[in-house]
């Protein structure tokens, strides 16, 4: 025997259901955003330091020679604050020291 709401009943469920189905619809496609954006940035992060090492592999010679450089050019600005240099390089006879540039 039918139940006279029973339509009634179905339609309530049905309603439900597609209520639930949209929502799970809505959460797995929030999760598949959240992991396409953390793959993303994983990517980009592992991009990154690779690149970073290539970098520095590339530019490790110049790196070394820099540093190196640099610390005659320390040694050498102890001698041209000397009151001897500062002289000789008044009268335009100051030697030439092996830190000096193009424009010294």
């Given at each position: 025997s039918?139940?006279?709401?029973?339509i009634d009943e179905y339609k309530t469920?049905?309603?439900?259901?597609?209520?639930?189905?949209?929502k799970e619809r809505l959460f797995e496609?929030?999760?598949?955003e959240s992991r396409q954006s953390k793959?993303?940035?994983?990517s980009t992060s592992i991009q990154r330091v690779f690149r970073g090492y290539r970098s520095r592999v590339r530019n490790?010679?110049?790196?070394?020679e820099r540093k190196a450089w640099l610390a005659q050019r320390r040694l050498d600005d102890g001698q041209?604050?000397?009151a001897v240099y500062k002289l000789y390089e008044l009268m335009g006879r100051?030697?030439?020291?092996e830190s000096d540039t193009l424009y010294e």
């Open positions: 039918l139940r006279p709401y029973a469920n049905k309603a439900e259901e597609l209520v639930r189905l949209e496609e929030r999760k598949r793959e993303a940035e994983a490790a010679n110049f790196v070394e041209r604050g000397g100051a030697p030439e020291l």
